[in-house]
């Protein structure tokens, strides 16, 4: 049961750096491009720093849960 909630996450850490990664734009206005930059954050900055913040999370957990899951440490 375990197994499956954590393969659940980590299914939705990897959508989710990949969406992640197609927001951010290499000039800094990847989310100006949608269209919504202005309702959603005060400046380009601020938007690229929260992408980044929470691009950095859904990695590191992917990480952490491709070790944990792949070792089989939970299987009994």
Same mark, same amino acid.
């Given at each position: 049961? !375990?197994?499956?909630?954590?393969?659940?996450?980590?299914? @939705?850490? *990897?959508?989710?750096?990949? !969406?992640?990664?197609?927001?951010?734009?290499? $000039? *800094? %206005?990847?989310?100006?491009?949608? *269209?919504?930059? &202005?309702?959603? @954050?005060?400046?380009? $900055?601020?938007?690229?720093?929260?992408?980044?913040?929470?691009?950095?999370t859904l990695t590191?957990? @992917?990480?952490?849960?491709?070790?944990?899951?792949? &070792?089989?440490?939970? %299987?009994?």
């Amino acid at each position: 049961m !375990i197994v499956q909630v954590l393969q659940g996450i980590w299914a @939705f850490c *990897g959508v989710g750096m990949t !969406i992640l990664v197609l927001l951010h734009s290499p $000039k *800094g %206005d990847g989310l100006g491009a949608i *269209g919504g930059q &202005a309702q959603l @954050f005060t400046s380009t $900055k601020s938007a690229e720093t929260t992408l980044n913040r929470i691009t950095w999370t859904l990695t590191i957990l @992917f990480m952490a849960l491709t070790v944990i899951l792949s &070792a089989g440490w939970l %299987d009994s």
